[in-house]
């Protein structure tokens, strides 16, 4: 069992940035990966960036070169870096981890960017 608790939402002017965590307990040893995922009102929920537990990342192609995913030394806190932020990344944003092949949600985190 993984439990992930997510933080560093809010709200923040287009072209700022903000930086979500996602904190990991329980069998963090088992965790292989970790994915943000978002998702806007009335639409799906979109995968947006992930890393596995060798380091490789990979991006979505709409935030692709403005926003980073990275995990702490100990591979227990995973980050997404989102800068230069569009009205259109507004979403609730979920962190997933794929641990002993079971995936582990977090409770989401609310990300508004408006003027």
């Known amino acids: 069992q993984v439990q992930l608790v997510e933080s560093g939402g809010g709200l923040v002017q287009p072209g700022g940035s903000l930086r979500l965590s996602c904190t990991a307990s329980g069998s963090i040893f088992s965790i292989t990966s970790m994915d943000w995922y978002r998702q806007a009102p009335g639409k799906q929920r979109d995968w947006v960036a992930g890393i596995t537990n060798r380091g490789t990342t990979n991006y979505a192609g709409s935030v692709k070169g403005r926003f980073t995913i990275s995990r702490d030394n100990a591979k227990t806190t995973f980050y997404l870096q989102m800068n230069s932020l569009k009205p259109e990344d507004t979403a609730v944003y979920y962190c997933?981890?794929?641990?002993?092949?079971?995936?582990?949600w977090g409770q989401g985190t609310q990300v508004t960017v408006s003027s």
């Open positions: 997933k981890v794929f641990a002993a092949a079971n995936a582990y």
